[in-house]
């Protein structure tokens, strides 16, 4: 039985995609472990059909706690027997560089994101720069690795010659649940990191033109300068934020949702963003809730072929509650939308993906 260990930065709880990618392998006959690391508040881990390690960092942000996380990290797998070290995104890379180089094993980079072009580290110029130069160094060593999209996977291509494998983070197809009808409006759902770049600064401040509830579930580097906003729009009655929600959990609320939001900042200030395909647009289309969205390629494609959302142009907060309002009472126009989500996500599934995935291992371990 070949042996995986993956790593991420964050406490395993909440991480849909990893559990996704784990369990499938798990059930193709490998043997997975799923390394993170304890925060603060992280809660007690779930059962799982893989192996999950999580170490503590006493630096709970900032640039000391990737130095001491990247530290702890090389030394525990170092010491971990594997086949292959998997490196889930920019910010775990040179730990599993190191130790596959000094243990002689395979190395896998999984991209999900284009780290540096994400905008807490874009716009700053001295943390893209140290990003930038992990990447430069490291990447060109990964020959092996997989993205979440075909635009992503274009600017490997471009930066580093490197074709890597295309798969995407769909949600997993269950058509024996029972979907509500929709026939009256519930609430506006935002699901996912309440980060920058999420464009919060102006869906905000929409809601002041809405005729509707919102619930914003997640949280994130921007959280706090979002409750600011709901307190400065004086929209407390209208808006709620849930903070983290368990995926078991979170699940009912995108289900019980009239309305998701699938927004991103602006492409001049992450490329990251632009090129992007997030977790939550495949989450509301299997749930077949219409959603608004930017007009940026991922979404732009797959819109051409089902129509499942409401794409706009730009993100001023006027365009966002034009665009909300029409959702709210054009109802022609939502159950169109709602019945083009119902057959695309038959075609963007994990079940699906996951015949990628495992391709991709078996042709690298043989």
């Known amino acids: 039985m070949h042996k995986l260990v993956f790593t991420v930065t964050n406490d395993l709880v909440y991480d849909q995609r990893m559990n996704r990618i784990c369990t499938s392998l798990c059930n193709a006959g490998y043997d997975v472990t799923l390394i993170g690391r304890t925060n603060k508040n992280s809660p007690p881990l779930l059962d799982k059909p893989y192996h999950q390690k999580r ?11 990737y130095i001491e996380y990247n530290i702890k990290l090389f030394f525990i797998l170092l010491f971990t027997s594997t086949d292959v070290y998997g490196a889930i995104d920019l910010d775990s890379i040179l730990p599993n560089l190191l130790a596959s180089i000094i243990r002689q094993k395979k190395r896998v980079y999984d991209a999900h994101e284009l780290f540096c072009e994400m905008e807490e580290v874009y716009t700053r110029p001295g943390i893209y720069k140290m990003w930038k130069t992990i990447e430069k160094w490291s990447v060109p060593y990964f020959d092996d690795g997989y ?5 992503y996977a274009l600017e490997y291509q471009k930066m580093y010659q490197k074709n890597y494998t295309v798969v995407r983070n769909a949600t997993v197809l269950d058509e024996s649940i029972q979907l509500p009808t929709k026939d009256e409006i519930t609430y506006i759902l935002y699901q996912g990191a309440v980060n920058e770049g999420r464009s919060f600064d102006t869906l905000i401040p929409a809601m002041q033109h809405v005729n509707a509830k919102m619930i914003i579930c997640g949280n994130g580097n921007y959280f706090e300068q979002t409750k600011a906003l709901v307190a400065k729009y004086n929209l407390q009655d209208k808006i709620t934020m849930t903070g983290y929600i368990k995926p078991q959990e979170l699940i009912n609320y995108t289900r019980n949702a009239y309305i998701g939001i699938t927004i991103f900042s602006d492409k001049s200030k992450s490329k990251s963003n632009y090129l992007s395909m997030g977790n939550r647009f495949f989450d509301y289309m299997h749930s077949a809730i219409p959603q608004i969205g930017v007009n940026y ?24 509650a034009n665009a ?21 996500r038959k075609k963007y599934c994990w079940q699906e993906e996951e015949k990628k995935l495992i391709a991709f291992y078996k042709k690298l371990l043989g």
Do not use: H
Not at 55 to 65: E, L
Not at 303 to 315: G, K, R, T
Not at 329 to 339: E, G, I, P, S, V
């Open 55 to 65: 170490f503590k960092c006493y630096v709970q942000k900032g640039k000391w706690m």
């Open 147 to 151: 993205t979440i999209g075909d635009f």
């Open 297 to 320: 390629p991922e979404y732009q494609k797959v819109n051409e072929e089902f129509e499942i959302s409401l794409l706009v142009d730009d993100l001023q907060a006027i365009t966002l």
């Open 324 to 344: 909300m309002n029409k959702l709210l009472t054009d109802k022609k126009y939502y159950q169109r939308l709602r019945t083009n989500a119902l057959a695309c």
